[in-house]
């Protein structure tokens, strides 16, 4: 059901205008300006029935904020309008109810193709922002997308989160943080930057957000298919091949109003849908280019950029890093007597042991054949000697068994600390790489630190 607006109206006109609209219309009277806001942001208004009898200035509110909005305008000062193609109708003070009807009809019309027409303009200059991005990975874009639509809707902050994990952040959140260990980006350097913003936040303001939306909207997410406003909040789903990708969510919208900009939207909707799974497949490529097959760790691609990251940390913040290089012992005897089904399945539970005792800041690496590598960020060489001893052991103690036969190996384990130990990251590789050596033709299955 359409939407009109009766606006300072007098109550004979008001009364003959409901009981004429009520079966056809929703109907919302009002003679404050705030109140028209409201309604302009929480319903589609197609038209707005007004009287500049109590309100000379009416015309020029409703042009200068709501342009686009059919407008009926009772105001004996000008003759009843004849043209079709008008978006304001103008009406005696008491007019007839079959002339309002016939004016609405007329404004509404002609208002849809202006809201359309304007739609267009505006979805086009969103388009032209984003098909400006060089980065084709998912998190770059997903940040310029909030960014152009927090700019566009002037609002207080925008968030974007994907439809699956909408109840991870609404309910999930605090058992997975709180689950020692349990975090999904281990050994593959900072945590994937899930949460994008507008203005930065936390996972604390997207949980409270996600609660209060759940409260108000009252039904599941995956029934919103179009923009849905709930103050003070505007929901935008966003979709795939008839699939919901995910939701922006915007705070505060200054400027939307629905009946304009949810066309803006219906329009941005398959385009952002698009682009977000093209960036998602991209990022995906991209990654797979720097990670082992067999154990999932980083492979040696992503090495020289996980310690320019590290390193660049160091400048800024002064943490330094340790190096953890190891090798598996005497595995060239596993492969030769086992064979090397036996062995990948081995290296592969090796990689499961090293996720499981570093953190998600840390990288893991196969470095190749046998050989591993660790990067702990922000860790010192005693902390570094630590980790590499319950490494050790843990190998050490672990039984593995592949196909009903059970056998154990060891690892020698060197360590390099930067700035320490070296001043570049081909020094600290070799001096990590030097340490494990020595270790190994000392006595192997042992933790050597570099000197």
């Not at 007019?95 to 809201?115: H, L, N, S, T, Y």
Request: net charge neutral; with cysteine; aromatic share 12%.
């Amino acid at each position: 059901m359409a939407n009109i607006i009766l606006f300072d109206l007098l109550p004979e006109v008001e009364s003959n205008i409901k009981s004429t609209f009520e079966k056809k219309y929703q109907l919302h009277v009002t003679s404050q300006f705030t109140e028209v806001r409201q309604w302009m942001q929480k319903y589609h208004v197609t038209s707005v029935v007004a009287s500049t009898q109590t309100n000379a200035k009416v015309y020029d509110l409703f042009k200068e904020y709501y342009p686009n909005v059919g407008l009926v305008l009772l105001d004996n000062r000008h003759k009843s309008t004849k043209s079709n193609k008008a978006s304001v109708q103008y009406l005696a003070f008491e007019p007839d109810m079959q002339d309002v009807e016939k004016a609405v009809a007329k404004v509404e019309r002609f208002g849809a193709k202006r809201v359309q027409l304007q739609a267009s303009k505006e979805s086009h200059s969103i388009f032209e922002k984003l098909y400006a991005v060089e980065d084709h990975g998912v998190n770059t874009f997903m940040q310029k997308s909030v960014d152009v639509l927090g700019a566009y809707f002037k609002a207080d902050n925008v968030y974007w989160v994907e439809a699956d994990k909408i109840n991870y952040y609404a309910h999930e959140m605090w058992k997975v943080r709180s689950m020692s260990g349990h975090l999904k980006n281990k050994g593959r350097g900072e945590e994937e930057q899930e949460l994008c913003s507008l203005k930065g936040a936390t996972n604390v303001d997207l949980n409270k957000c996600i609660l209060s939306l759940n409260e108000k909207l009252g039904q599941g997410w995956e029934t919103i298919k179009t923009a849905t406003f709930s103050d003070p909040y505007l929901v935008f789903p966003v979709s795939h091949k008839e699939k919901t990708s995910g939701f922006f969510i915007i705070k505060k919208p200054q400027k939307y109003y629905q009946y304009k900009h949810n066309e803006v939207l219906n329009i941005l909707s398959p385009f952002l849908g698009y682009r977000i799974e093209s960036a998602k497949d991209y990022t995906k490529t991209k990654d797979m280019t720097y990670v082992d097959d067999l154990t999932e760790l980083y492979n040696q691609r992503y090495l020289p950029i996980a310690l320019d990251q590290c390193i660049s940390k160091y400048e800024e913040k002064g943490d330094c890093f340790s190096v953890l290089f190891m090798d598996v012992d005497h595995f060239k005897k596993v492969n030769d007597h086992r064979g090397h089904l036996t062995g990948s399945k081995i290296l592969v539970e090796i990689g499961k042991i090293l996720k499981e005792n570093i953190r998600s800041i840390d990288y893991g690496f196969r470095y190749g054949g046998d050989e591993f590598l660790l990067i702990l960020a922000n860790t010192d060489p005693e902390t570094a000697n630590i980790v590499a001893e319950r490494i050790r052991k843990h190998v050490e103690s672990e039984v593995f068994t592949v196909e009903d036969r059970q056998l154990q190996v060891t690892m020698s384990i060197g360590i390099a600390c930067y700035p320490i130990h070296a001043k570049n990251k081909k020094e600290v590789l070799e001096m990590a790489d030097k340490a494990m050596y020595y270790g190994k033709n000392k006595s192997r299955n042992i933790v050597f630190m570099a000197s």
